[in-house]
């Protein structure tokens, strides 16, 4: 049973099951009557989610002898409320190397809509007439790729999974594919290269590990942060391309410093506002087409969580799901088919 499987059948009602997890945090507290317990991270290839673990637990003293990363088998009576997963009567052991590899092989189901995802992002950016947004951003794709492949879209609102950033980059670029034809205003091309380029320093910011689902805290995250850094690789990589290939960043319309200025200024304005982390609020139809779909790429998938994860407090209405507002409310499309199920 994956994670993600879990955190579901918890909100319906009690699930007794062995699950095989990464311990991604781990530290050990105490309450105010000094009883000490560890507040523990799990994660797998679907899911994450926090648990306490009390002193009194089978656990307790399993978890005072290893470090965080480890990969275990956790074995309890699990149930969920407003609050989150709970553990009852939880026992670890460690995984044997064969159950560790095949923990951290992707699944056929990841690896299908990964690539798919990928494949979208690199026959998309083949396909600009534009050879200057093409070489960038396939340069971009091809550099990085390993990175690609492992990084978050976020820690932990949307998206907040190994290849997350796969995900939503291509389907905000189909988003805009969709949407720029109708406004003749756009260069269909310059916003969909800003797709690609908006959230490109998450490779940095919330990159995984080689091996596991641990995003560590870095530098380039915490002193820069993914906007910033997003673009310094832009400008970077268009230097270098330009060096290479002066014959086609010579020439070309729009001028390449007017392309290359408003390229840059999608990615600092896809925040939409200077209170949620803009640089500048978005001045060009571009600027404010990718930052709603943006917006609503991730929304929609905060939703498919509260549908997956959170407890069904009434038919159809869901606990809360931060950062969104008031209950999550299954769709119409669901609910007939929910009810066509039963």
Same mark, same amino acid.
């Given at each position: 049973?994956? #994670? ?9 009602? *009690? ?9 991604? *945090? ?27 673990? =009390? ?10 002898? @290893? ?6 088998? !956790? ?7 407003? =609050? ?33 995802? =990928? ?15 093409? #070489?960038?951003? !396939? ?51 310059? /916003? /969909? ?10 490779? =940095? ?13 870095? %530098?380039?995250?915490?002193? @820069? ?11 970077? %990589?268009?230097?270098? !391309? ?21 390229? %840059? ?30 917006? @609503? ?5 905060? /939703? ?7 407890? *069904? ?18 769709? @119409? /499309? ?5 009810? *066509?199920?039963?």
């Amino acid at each position: 049973m994956t #994670l993600e499987q879990l955190l579901s059948e918890a909100s319906e009602g *009690e699930v007794i099951e062995e699950i095989h997890v990464q311990l991604t *945090e781990l530290t050990q507290s105490k309450t105010s009557t000094n009883k000490p317990y560890f507040d523990i991270e799990i994660a797998d290839q679907t899911a994450k989610a926090k648990l306490k673990i =009390w002193s009194d637990s089978q656990a307790f003293p399993f978890l005072s002898s @290893i470090q965080k990363g480890e990969v275990v088998g !956790l074995d309890a009576v699990f149930t969920k409320n407003q =609050w989150g997963l709970n553990a009852g009567r939880p026992a670890m052991r460690l995984l044997s190397e064969e159950d560790k590899t095949a923990f951290f092989a992707p699944s056929s189901e990841r690896q299908i809509v990964i690539q798919a995802g =990928w494949e979208y992002m690199v026959s998309t950016c083949s396909s600009f007439l534009d050879e200057r947004l093409k #070489l960038l951003c !396939l340069e971009a794709l091809t550099r990085y790729e390993v990175k690609w492949q492992r990084a978050a879209a976020a820690r932990t609102y949307h998206h907040a999974r190994r290849g997350g950033l796969i995900e939503h980059v291509s389907q905000m670029m189909r988003a805009g594919q969709a949407l720029a034809p109708l406004y003749p205003e756009i260069s269909v091309e310059l /916003l /969909l290269a800003g797709v690609l380029f908006h959230d490109i320093g998450k490779l =940095w910011e919330n990159d995984y590990e080689a091996e596991g689902f641990v995003q560590p805290v870095t %530098l380039t995250g915490e002193l @820069i942060g993914h906007i910033a850094a997003g673009v310094e690789v832009v400008n970077n %990589l268009w230097r270098e !391309l330009r060096a290479r290939e002066e014959a086609v960043f010579s020439q070309g319309d729009p001028p390449s410093d007017l392309l290359r200025q408003h390229l %840059l200024h999608l990615i600092l304005s896809h925040h939409g506002t200077r209170e949620f982390g803009s640089s500048v609020t978005p001045r060009t139809p571009e600027g404010w087409v990718l930052h709603h779909i943006d917006s @609503i790429d991730a929304k929609i998938e905060m /939703l498919r969580c509260a549908y997956a994860e959170n407890k *069904e407090v009434s038919p159809g209405i869901f606990e809360p799901r931060r950062p969104l507002e008031g209950l999550p409310v299954l769709p @119409i /499309l669901l609910s007939v088919k929910n009810a *066509e199920g039963e």
